[in-house]
């Protein structure tokens, strides 16, 4: 069965540093690979995605991911936070080809300090 | 520009009574998907659809109904409902068959069950 780690429930950050929100997970076959950011009371909105290509991908809002296929790793990044970037953070799997179900991680929660 | 519409979004039943939560799209999308949202747990697939007049279980069926009689609409029924329902409900839609696209989220419907 797939799966995603999330293995932090909460990241702090301070203002202007780098950031990095880990996510491992477990598939059959080459996976599909997503980041979701989640505001307060609001639904999750689609960041970036890794399909196929080159394993640096980037996103909205400065964000990028790196795959990491010996490590099946799939790590959030920005170079410099900020506090408007403070969310709940989702990272998901799916197989690919066909239709496929998408399993979520538990979310990290990111807190940018000022 | 709406995207993916949620209504209510927010509600209390008491135990035994029955709702439906009603989620509409308008970017023509053929799959359409119910999860809860619980502390600690992630996203947890409820029902699903690929397409019109179709649904399927997803990983937590138990307790709700689905019905897709119209493309753009997807409906999720509580027929009595439980303490253990209390959560934040999502509806979300794809174009195709695959997550590769990624999904499209509503706000979210807070469902509290006394």
């Known amino acids: 069965a797939q799966s995603v780690a999330q293995p932090e429930d909460q990241v702090n950050v301070a203002e202007g540093n780098p950031l990095t929100v880990k996510c491992t997970y477990s598939v059959s076959g080459n996976p599909y690979l997503f980041w979701y950011v989640q505001y307060p009371n609001r639904g999750l909105q689609f960041l970036l995605k890794?399909?196929?290509?080159?394993?640096l991908v980037k996103g909205s809002y400065g964000f990028e991911a790196e795959f990491n296929k010996s490590q099946t790793s799939f790590h959030l990044k920005k170079p410099s936070a900020l506090v408007s970037d403070s969310a709940l953070y989702f990272c998901?799997?799916?197989?690919?080809?066909?239709?496929?179900?998408?399993?979520f991680g538990t979310g990290t929660k990111l807190q940018v300090i000022p | 520009n709406a995207g993916v519409t949620q209504t209510p979004k927010f509600r209390v039943l008491k135990t035994g009574q029955s709702m439906t939560l009603l989620c509409a799209q308008d970017?023509?999308?053929?799959?359409m998907y119910w999860y809860r949202q619980d502390p600690g747990m992630g996203l947890r697939l409820i029902h699903y659809s690929v397409g019109e007049g179709t649904t399927a279980k997803g990983e937590v069926p138990d307790g709700y109904n689905v019905s897709r009689l119209k493309k753009q609409n997807f409906l999720l029924g509580l027929e009595s409902a439980a303490p253990s329902q209390t959560s934040v409900y999502f509806c979300a839609s794809s174009p195709g068959p695959t997550a590769r696209n990624g999904y499209t989220f509503g706000s979210g419907t807070r469902l509290t069950v006394v």
């Open positions: 998901a799997v799916s197989p690919s080809g066909g239709y496929q179900k998408v399993t």
């Open positions: 890794y399909i196929t290509g080159d394993n």
């Open positions: 970017m023509n999308h053929e799959y």
